[in-house]
T-cell receptor, first 117, second 110 residues
């Protein structure tokens, strides 16, 4: 299957700082990437969808100025949590989809655990 | 009614049992159906992918899709403790974000 990596795997930061999370597709070209957050024992909540070279589409209730998404290449997307606050502490997971394939599957990264103190 | 309904469990079975996991959905436009397995503190891992109705088998796993009933299932034969995880169903109408169920937590007891 296709492999997606995320970096860092976990991060602890002080309130008010910004944190950047990288998502890379290692063996396929992800024309579309997705960012999710997941709270303990809950399902995935889609935050935004990004297509390579264009602006991300954010889900309702997600602040685009707080969660900056960049998808500058077919293998890299970044999520920057700006001015992080304790309520932003969560598990952030990205996924990629190669829309040139017939399959509609998404391949997920291992996730990034963010703790804001 | 939510687009995708999935019993969150938890579901606890003895080792070797057959496990049946299910999801129902309301959107008749869904054509692509997937099952993901997620271990604690890890990203979801794709288990099964099915297009439209029918069955698909891969080792101990069988996925079934019944579009007429808007019902999908995942069967796990000869369940093992290593199968203990959360299982998420997901579906799509095509070129749209996946819609996930809430996930079913499964524990296989040795």
């Amino acid at each position: 299957g296709a492999v997606v990596s995320q970096h860092p795997s976990w991060v602890i930061c002080k309130s008010g700082t910004s944190v950047k999370i990288e998502c890379r597709s290692l063996d396929f070209q992800a024309t579309t990437m997705f960012w999710y957050r997941q709270f303990p024992k809950q399902s995935l909540m889609l935050m935004a969808t990004s297509n390579e070279g264009s602006k991300a589409t954010y889900e309702q209730g997600v602040e685009k100025d707080k969660f900056l998404i960049n998808h500058a290449s077919l293998t890299l997307s970044t999520l920057t949590v700006t001015s992080a606050h304790p309520e932003d502490s969560s598990f952030y997971i990205c996924s990629g989809r190669d829309t040139r394939r017939a399959q509609e599957t998404q391949y997920f990264g291992p996730g990034t655990r963010l703790l804001v103190l | 009614q939510k687009e995708v309904e999935q019993d969150p469990g938890p579901l606890s079975v003895p080792e070797g049992a057959i496990v049946s996991l299910n999801c129902t959905y309301s959107n008749s436009a869904f054509q692509y159906f997937m099952w993901y397995r997620q271990y604690s503190r890890k990203g979801p891992e794709l288990l099964m992918y099915t297009y439209s109705s029918g069955n698909k088998e891969d080792g101990r796993f069988t996925a079934q899709v019944d579009k007429s009933s808007k019902y999908i299932s995942l069967f796990i034969r000869d369940s093992q403790p290593s199968d203990s995880a959360t299982y998420l169903c997901a579906m799509s109408a095509g070129n749209t974000p996946l819609v996930f169920g809430k996930g079913t937590r499964l524990s296989v007891i040795a």
